[in-house]
């Protein structure tokens, strides 16, 4: 019988975790993702979970045991925040590079400098590239089933690729929500036991990580980039297998009340639900107006967002993150990307806002959707818009 | 002698690459022939040796093998004629001549 | 199968290579030849985890690969935490019945710029942690493979290209960083130096760190021709003058107990040591007197700590 709990989104990950019976966890604590290592340390200690838990003294230390274990074939999972994603940078790229299937869940933080412990998703953003694939969380519940369904993906044999599993610092990582937990006979229904084939054994001596000249270099990029892309019919079987399972059922993108409106605002992570109250306020205010949620940020989901957006008129991006002196928010700059080729597409508005813990209530989502309406109609100064920022902003042209 | 087929990088297609860019084959590098490296190799004086193997012991390359007679001799393949062996031969039964030399 | 030896002397050494040859390392490697006799004493039941450097370089380049054993590269520094994860995947994979139990020893392998420098820290942190595995340094005394560059632990007077010998400069200003010291403060139950002037004594050392149940250090000078700037067929000669001068003394430090393994009574000066390396060839009588005077005092201190804590 499956129960439901109170949890934060930092225990339901790691009680996901230990559901998964992961191997090995090698993590370095730092705020706000503390609560996941805790957790997964008090388990191992107390015999809940059977795994190797390795202290690392860095979080360049945490990816790098990470990828030693992978490479024998043992379940591997990690976790991260903000500056502990930066100082990893490198080997996050060598964990997809090398296809070793770990599960690593970010509690998106703001990058230093200044130093900010708080939420924002600029250290997501930092690592768009790396080859992983990637989903946003919007709640507790979605950080479960998300790092649930991670093991699953990752470690299929037609993909091997890390999966990386963010959902925003503070507002969920510390905040308590219900959350169902299935029964682990479902999970073990949902997750079958992990087979690596090339794991390092001296019975069948093989080389990982041999250099690439020139010569050879490429040929190994184009492959991994084809098979991160190819990964999609995977991802979508694996939501589709939890959901026969579990009975939650989720996509690349998820359209909220998107049904012939004609303004779509387009948010991630945790915001989406208070977008969403945002959209049901002005659609009782006869406003036709609906929300986009991306979840799925990588391999990017061009076909669910171009699909989603069309016969709208409008489409607001709402960025987590400033990209410095460059096209705008990051997601706004990867939609116009996106759509861009669309014969009919709508005009696209960009807002950033909520950077480091900065929240975003109701209200302002009303304020984003007014405001964007009116630049769609009048246009605006700045290449993009904030939100909650003291002063007017200008001097941010395109 | 060098046994493998060298897999060159530019035979390969971006179709080719093994997940991971894994090297399944051990030892697949022997097919390189460094041999042609040297400019200078080493020579055996049979009637000094004593067979005592050091020479074996110390090439870096692993470029001298055991004969059939018992003694250790160059592969001329491999052998990059660094010298070391006829350096620690106790009983100086190796010397190194210049490789144009016959 | 039944393993092959090559009987020299007293000892059996096994014939099979590990490292395949046609490698591209320097003719008159001393790095490649510690290698290929650590690998002996290691044999098949091994996992390789190897930093970027010569090794790594010289032996793996796509699409192909010269070694025989299983074997990882992934980074710079982080080879201790790698092999950290190997190690703790294998206990815990054998633990819970996912693999058959099998004796597979975790052997990190990296140079002196990736364990002294940028690889100090996982080094520590894996120390500290205790796993079972077994570290090697195969130290050429700079980072060689990128063009001789200087590492902390590139000997005084050393002409490095970044630390290069000028009108204003005698090359390397620091005293080359004591990798074994900083390995025996932290309490690890295995300690040694080796060479490859000492064969023998450098493949029971591996094998005695190969069998030790936690961790093992060993820091094994390994003479570069290129970076030296010594003659290619002097490179196991020139170890045997590092040990002979008290260059680079051969000791084994035991869960704290020191022992040195080759102690003369008259040692040779360090000018023999230095004289055929090419490197060194810009120092003056003076310079040469310092570097005499505190080869001196190490050793004493050595000795001191072997009278001390004898084993």
Same mark, same amino acid.
């Given at each position: 019988?499956?129960?439901?709990?109170?949890?934060?989104?930092?225990?339901?990950?790691?009680?996901?975790?230990?559901?998964?019976?992961?191997?090995?966890?090698?993590?370095?604590?730092?705020?706000?993702?503390?609560?996941?290592?805790?957790?997964?340390?008090?388990?191992?200690?107390?015999?809940?979970?059977?795994?190797?838990?390795?202290?690392?003294?860095?979080?360049?230390?945490?990816?790098?045991?990470?990828?030693?274990?992978?490479?024998?074939?043992?379940?591997?999972?990690?976790?991260?925040?903000?500056?502990?994603?930066?100082?990893?940078?490198?080997?996050?790229?060598?964990?997809?590079?090398?296809?070793?299937?770990?599960?690593?869940?970010?509690?998106?933080?703001?990058?230093?400098?200044?130093?900010?412990?708080?939420?924002?998703?600029?250290? #997501?953003?930092? /690592?768009?590239?790396?080859?992983?694939?990637? &989903?946003?969380? $919007?709640?507790? %519940? +979605?950080?479960? !089933?998300?790092?649930?369904?991670?093991?699953?993906?990752?470690?299929?044999?037609?993909?091997?690729?890390?999966?990386?599993?963010?959902?925003?610092?503070?507002?969920?990582?510390?905040?308590?929500?219900?959350?169902?937990?299935?029964?682990?006979?479902?999970?073990?229904?949902?997750?079958?036991?992990?087979?690596?084939?090339?794991?390092?054994?001296?019975?069948?001596?093989?080389?990982?990580?041999?250099?690439?000249?020139?010569?050879?270099?490429?040929?190994?990029?184009? #492959?991994?980039? /084809?098979?991160?892309?190819?990964?999609?019919? &995977?991802?979508? $079987?694996?939501? %589709? +297998?939890?959901? !026969?399972?579990?009975?939650?059922?989720?996509?690349?993108?998820?359209?909220?009340?998107?049904?012939?409106?004609?303004?779509?605002?387009?948010?991630?992570?945790?915001?989406?639900?208070?977008?969403?109250?945002?959209?049901?306020?002005?659609?009782?205010?006869?406003?036709?107006?609906?929300?986009?949620?991306?979840?799925?940020?990588?391999?990017?989901?061009?076909?669910?967002?171009?699909?989603?957006?069309?016969?709208?008129?409008?489409?607001?991006?709402?960025?987590?993150?400033?990209?410095?002196?460059?096209?705008?928010?990051?997601?706004?700059?990867?939609?116009?990307?996106?759509?861009?080729?669309?014969?009919?597409?709508?005009?696209?508005?960009?807002?950033?806002?909520?950077?480091?813990?900065?929240?975003?209530?109701?209200?302002?989502?009303?304020?984003?959707?007014?405001?964007?309406?009116?630049?769609?109609?009048?246009?605006?100064?700045?290449?993009?818009?904030?939100?909650?920022?003291?002063?007017?902003?200008?001097?941010?042209?395109? | 002698?060098?046994?493998?087929?060298?897999?060159?990088?530019?035979?390969?297609?971006?179709?080719?690459?093994?997940?991971?860019?894994?090297?399944?084959?051990?030892?697949?590098?022997?097919?390189?022939?460094?041999?042609?490296?040297?400019?200078?190799?080493?020579?055996?004086?049979?009637?000094?040796?004593?067979?005592?193997?050091?020479?074996?012991?110390?090439?870096?390359?692993?470029?001298?093998?055991?004969?059939?007679?018992?003694?250790?001799?160059?592969?001329?393949?491999?052998?990059?004629?660094?010298?070391?062996?006829?350096?620690?031969?106790?009983?100086?039964?190796?010397?190194?001549?210049?490789?144009?030399?016959? | 199968?039944?393993?092959?030896?090559?009987?020299?002397?007293?000892?059996?050494?096994?014939?099979?290579?590990?490292?395949?040859?046609?490698?591209?390392?320097?003719?008159?490697?001393?790095?490649?030849?510690?290698?290929?006799?650590?690998?002996?004493?290691?044999?098949?039941?091994?996992?390789?985890?190897?930093?970027?450097?010569?090794?790594?370089?010289?032996?793996?380049?796509?699409?192909?690969?010269?070694?025989?054993?299983?074997?990882?590269?992934?980074?710079?520094?982080?080879?201790?935490?790698?092999?950290?994860?190997?190690?703790?995947?294998?206990?815990?994979?054998?633990?819970?019945?996912?693999?058959?139990?099998?004796?597979?020893?975790?052997?990190?392998?990296?140079?002196?710029?990736?364990?002294?420098?940028?690889?100090?820290?996982?080094?520590?942190?894996?120390?500290?942690?205790?796993?079972?595995?077994?570290?090697?340094?195969?130290?050429?005394?700079?980072?060689?493979?990128?063009?001789?560059?200087?590492?902390?632990?590139?000997?005084?007077?050393?002409?490095?290209?970044?630390?290069?010998?000028?009108?204003?400069?005698?090359?390397?200003?620091?005293?080359?960083?004591?990798?074994?010291?900083?390995?025996?403060?932290?309490?690890?139950?295995?300690?040694?130096?080796?060479?490859?002037?000492?064969?023998?004594?450098?493949?029971?050392?591996?094998?005695?760190?190969?069998?030790?149940?936690?961790?093992?250090?060993?820091?094994?000078?390994?003479?570069?021709?290129?970076?030296?700037?010594?003659?290619?067929?002097?490179?196991?000669?020139?170890?045997?003058?590092?040990?002979?001068?008290?260059?680079?003394?051969?000791?084994?430090?035991?869960?704290?107990?020191?022992?040195?393994?080759?102690?003369?009574?008259?040692?040779?000066?360090?000018?023999?040591?230095?004289?055929?390396?090419?490197?060194?060839?810009?120092?003056?009588?003076?310079?040469?007197?310092?570097?005499?005077?505190?080869?001196?005092?190490?050793?004493?201190?050595?000795?001191?700590?072997?009278?001390?804590?004898?084993?």
């Amino acid at each position: 019988m499956s129960k439901r709990v109170g949890l934060e989104a930092s225990h339901a990950a790691a009680e996901a975790a230990r559901m998964a019976d992961v191997d090995v966890i090698a993590a370095y604590p730092i705020t706000p993702q503390t609560h996941i290592p805790e957790r997964l340390a008090e388990m191992v200690a107390n015999g809940e979970l059977e795994a190797a838990y390795i202290p690392v003294e860095s979080e360049h230390s945490a990816m790098s045991a990470c990828l030693g274990s992978a490479a024998v074939g043992a379940r591997t999972f990690t976790a991260t925040a903000g500056q502990g994603l930066e100082l990893m940078h490198e080997v996050v790229y060598v964990a997809s590079s090398m296809r070793y299937p770990i599960v690593m869940t970010v509690c998106n933080r703001a990058l230093s400098a200044p130093l900010s412990v708080w939420g924002d998703h600029s250290d #997501a953003m930092a /690592v768009r590239d790396t080859g992983w694939i990637q &989903v946003f969380c $919007q709640s507790n %519940q +979605e950080a479960f !089933d998300m790092t649930l369904w991670a093991f699953r993906v990752g470690e299929d044999s037609r993909v091997l690729f890390p999966v990386m599993v963010h959902f925003d610092g503070f507002s969920l990582s510390h905040v308590t929500e219900p959350v169902i937990l299935p029964e682990q006979e479902e999970v073990d229904r949902f997750l079958p036991r992990f087979h690596y084939p090339f794991a390092l054994n001296p019975d069948e001596p093989m080389t990982h990580g041999a250099f690439g000249p020139p010569d050879i270099y490429s040929e190994a990029k184009i #492959a991994q980039e /084809v098979a991160l892309r190819k990964s999609k019919d &995977v991802i979508l $079987q694996g939501w %589709q +297998e939890f959901g !026969d399972i579990f009975g939650r059922y989720y996509g690349p993108v998820e359209l909220y009340r998107t049904q012939g409106a004609k303004l779509l605002l387009l948010t991630m992570g945790s915001f989406s639900e208070t977008a969403k109250i945002a959209v049901d306020t002005k659609k009782d205010k006869g406003k036709s107006v609906g929300l986009i949620n991306l979840r799925l940020w990588r391999p990017f989901p061009f076909e669910e967002l171009r699909q989603a957006v069309k016969g709208a008129e409008t489409l607001i991006v709402f960025d987590r993150c400033i990209s410095f002196g460059g096209p705008g928010g990051p997601v706004s700059s990867e939609i116009r990307s996106a759509l861009y080729n669309e014969k009919r597409r709508p005009g696209i508005v960009s807002f950033v806002g909520g950077l480091g813990g900065r929240d975003m209530s109701v209200k302002d989502f009303e304020y984003v959707i007014d405001r964007g309406q009116e630049i769609m109609e009048k246009g605006s100064k700045e290449l993009y818009e904030t939100v909650g920022i003291r002063g007017k902003v200008s001097g941010i042209r395109g | 002698m060098a046994k493998k087929k060298l897999k060159a990088g530019t035979d390969l297609t971006w179709m080719d690459m093994d997940v991971g860019n894994i090297v399944k084959e051990a030892g697949s590098a022997s097919a390189r022939r460094t041999g042609d490296w040297r400019t200078e190799r080493p020579i055996l004086d049979k009637e000094k040796c004593n067979k005592c193997a050091l020479c074996w012991l110390n090439c870096p390359d692993a470029a001298i093998r055991p004969s059939k007679e018992g003694f250790y001799e160059a592969d001329l393949n491999y052998c990059k004629g660094c010298g070391i062996c006829a350096n620690i031969c106790p009983v100086q039964a190796i010397t190194m001549i210049e490789e144009a030399e016959k | 199968m039944e393993e092959k030896l090559i009987k020299i002397g007293k000892n059996h050494v096994p014939e099979e290579e590990f490292v395949a040859e046609g490698h591209s390392f320097c003719t008159g490697c001393g790095e490649a030849l510690a290698l290929r006799l650590a690998c002996k004493a290691l044999g098949r039941n091994v996992i390789i985890a190897n930093a970027t450097g010569c090794i790594e370089i010289c032996t793996s380049p796509l699409p192909v690969t010269s070694w025989q054993i299983p074997w990882i590269h992934t980074l710079f520094e982080n080879t201790a935490a790698e092999i950290s994860g190997v190690e703790a995947g294998l206990k815990i994979l054998m633990k819970k019945g996912k693999m058959p139990e099998k004796d597979i020893k975790c052997v990190a392998v990296a140079g002196d710029g990736g364990t002294s420098d940028i690889g100090m820290q996982a080094l520590s942190g894996a120390f500290e942690r205790g796993h079972n595995f077994l570290y090697l340094c195969f130290d050429n005394e700079a980072y060689m493979n990128t063009g001789i560059q200087r590492s902390s632990a590139t000997p005084y007077g050393a002409s490095t290209t970044t630390a290069p010998a000028g009108k204003f400069s005698i090359g390397q200003i620091t005293w080359k960083k004591n990798l074994p010291e900083i390995a025996v403060s932290h309490n690890i139950p295995y300690v040694a130096t080796a060479c490859p002037g000492y064969p023998f004594d450098l493949m029971n050392k591996v094998k005695k760190g190969g069998e030790v149940k936690g961790p093992a250090y060993i820091h094994i000078l390994s003479p570069c021709p290129t970076g030296w700037r010594s003659p290619t067929d002097l490179s196991v000669e020139i170890s045997k003058l590092a040990v002979e001068t008290a260059f680079f003394p051969l000791y084994e430090v035991e869960n704290g107990r020191y022992k040195l393994n080759v102690d003369r009574t008259n040692l040779k000066p360090v000018e023999e040591y230095l004289k055929p390396q090419g490197r060194f060839r810009h120092l003056l009588d003076g310079e040469i007197e310092r570097i005499q005077e505190h080869v001196n005092e190490e050793y004493a201190k050595l000795k001191a700590k072997v009278a001390c804590f004898a084993s």
